[in-house]
């Protein structure tokens, strides 16, 4: 049987590091998933004016300070996406490819994803649009999958499926050397509509279409009904109380994902309190 973990925190952005550093001064066996640069917003942001103490700090010297206290801590961040969570009533089962991890509490720090899902991507899903394409690309060997890729964990992703698939189209969304093996095809053109009958058939894209099988989107979020089934969620984002408590027990929330407005501290502070509430949760269990 797998480690079960005292809390699992999915994101590594100021409210997913926030709760962990808070989780781990309370003694809590915690794991959390996220990215080397921890926050892509917060990694990019040019000059920071609103962090109380650090006036006109770059994102990446604030991201610097974070990692310096995450290593002070002995946190470390498990670079992976994770895929899905599953409510199993006692924990949570938390899918990555093929891997479980488990977790009696779950804090969910996401962020926000902007921009819209693309026309025909809901409709799709589970019918040829997908978010994991290492999880399905069994699914389609000798079939033809286009993939739009927002990051470098996409590049590996394709790579993957290019070895099973007759086929691969990757569309890149974002700029950087793409390191794609020489038998993918890059599109670069911007994806418009996810079409079909009962299956995926074809994407169209602003000048061309793509006859594919499958289509998957790998962006760094997913959003958070999808990732975690049966979360309730209000104008898309994650319904929480004062205590950052989401419907699902044991289950909290912070950071831009519960809502507005998108800023650090307000992240950071929702991380705090949704730490304690956990830890408190975790308490009255034991
Ligand atoms: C250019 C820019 C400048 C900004 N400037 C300011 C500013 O000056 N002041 C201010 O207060 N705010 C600013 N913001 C807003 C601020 O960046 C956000 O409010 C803040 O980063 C939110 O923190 P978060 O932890 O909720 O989410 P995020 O920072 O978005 O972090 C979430 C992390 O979780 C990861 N993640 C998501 N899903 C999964 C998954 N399934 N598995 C693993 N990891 C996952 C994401 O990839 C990301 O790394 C700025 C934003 C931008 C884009």
Redesign the pocket.
Known sequence: MSERYDIAI???????ITAAINARIRNKNIIV???E??????Y????????VGFYGIS?KELTKKFKEHLDEMNIDITY????NIYDMGDYYALMISDKTYEATSLIL????QFGKPFKGESEFLGRGVGYCATCDAPLYKNKVVTIIGYNNESIEEANYVSELASKVYFIPMFKGEYGLNNNIEIINDKPVEIIGDSMVKKIILRNSELESDGVFILR???SPDQ?VPGLLVEDGHIKVNRDMETNLKGCYA????TGKP??????MGE?QVAALNAVSYIDKKC
């Open positions: 999915v994101g590594s952005g100021p409210a997913g998933f996220g990215y640069n921890l926050s892509n917003k917060l990019l942001a040019p000059k920071i004016d609103n962090y994102g992976e996406r994770v895929d720090a996401t962020g926000v760094d979020s997913i990732l912070a950071g831009d994902s998108y800023q650090y501290l307000k992240a991380g």
